[in-house]
């Protein structure tokens, strides 16, 4: 079984930067796709960015494309989103998600974390 533990999430103005972090173990985490939702309330959870085994292939969001940065660092099982240019909209818990497969990278992760809040103001 694989756990993430995501964390760095907090308030920022619009136009900020936060950099949230996922902390996998249990396997390495090249082993697995891994990817970023985030859900607001009263919204549905979304696909926000997704990053292969390897991290050659990235896939986003549309509406965070460009701002947006997914990547990891296998040697410290940890996966990365980088948010620049931040939105109000963009407020949201963010979820980490690992699967070893995909047939599309916005659904079927089998491994999730708790979440960590992303709030932007106004």
């Known amino acids: 079984q694989v756990q993430l533990v995501e964390s760095g999430g907090g308030l920022v103005q619009a136009g900020g930067s936060l950099r949230l972090s996922c902390a996998a173990s249990?396997?390495?985490?090249?082993?697995?796709?891994m990817a970023w939702f985030r859900q607001a309330p009263g919204k549905e959870r979304e696909f926000v960015a997704g990053?292969?085994?390897?991290?050659?292939?990235?896939n986003y969001k549309d509406s965070v494309r460009g701002r947006f940065i997914i990547s990891r660092d296998n040697a410290k099982n940890t996966a990365y989103l980088q948010m620049n240019s931040l939105k109000p909209e963009d407020t949201a818990v963010y979820y980490c998600?690992?699967?070893?497969?995909?047939?599309?990278?916005?659904?079927?992760?089998?491994?999730w974390g708790q979440g960590t809040q992303v709030t932007v103001s106004s």
């Open positions: 998600a690992a699967s070893t497969y995909v047939a599309d990278w916005t659904a079927n992760y089998d491994y």
């Open positions: 990053i292969s085994r390897s991290g050659a292939y990235t």
């Open positions: 249990g396997r390495a985490s090249s082993t697995y796709v």
